[in-house]
């Protein structure tokens, strides 16, 4: 077993799906994993210290698991079977351990709001890990070149500003709609 921590939730721009990515304690390798908007959420929230007004479904559960006696051990991800990631919530109840089947989703949110550790099978890291460091963040083509850098800011003078001068002078405040776009064809 691997001991990972929340790194982030991202957000696909494009599909708005989410993905919670964990990474490992003692190394730079990640492991993203699709989840639902419900559970991004929830464990967005806890990770940030929001306490709802009304228990979620993880806060309902994390209270029953308390009420009958146990207590949250650790969370552990335990497989990774056609795609789909399966997990397992590790209670330890009046001296014996009860591991139950989750969505890891549902027990990573579980794990922020009790504070538990997660760790990861060394066979799904291995087989979905990805490692990230800044050699390979240089590289990545949609990162500028020297954006950590300094650069001075470009000098604004009469002559880089006359485009935008000309193109206010053409403007007829007095009448928006002279010379540009219409709302009728008359």
């Known amino acids: 077993m691997i001991r990972v921590v929340v790194d982030s939730i991202r957000v696909s721009l494009l599909t708005q799906h989410r993905v919670v990515v964990l990474r490992e304690t ?10 639902g908007p419900f559970e ?14 009304r228990p979620m479904t993880h806060d309902l559960l994390k209270m029953t698991i308390g009420e009958m006696g146990g ?18 919530i590790v209670i330890e109840q009046h001296g014996r351990t009860v591991e139950i089947d989750a969505r890891p989703s549902d027990a990573i949110a579980l794990a922020t709001r009790t504070e538990v550790p997660i760790y990861v099978e060394n066979a799904v890291l291995d087989q979905a890990g990805v490692f990230f460091d800044e050699e390979e963040q240089a590289n990545v083509p949609d990162a500028p070149a020297g954006e950590n850098e300094s650069e001075p800011e470009p000098e604004l003078n009469d002559e880089s ?26």
């Open 71 to 88: 207590q949250i051990s650790h969370i552990f991800v335990n497989d990774l079977q056609d795609n789909t990631f399966f997990a397992r």
């Open 161 to 186: 500003m006359s485009i935008f001068r000309d193109f206010i002078n053409t403007l007829d405040l007095d009448n928006p709609n002279k010379g540009g776009e219409s709302s009728s064809n008359s």
């Open 40 to 53: 991004a959420d929830a464990i967005a929230m806890a990770i940030q210290g929001h306490e709802p007004q």
């Open 26 to 35: 003692d190394s730079k390798r990640y492991l993203p994993i699709w989840i």
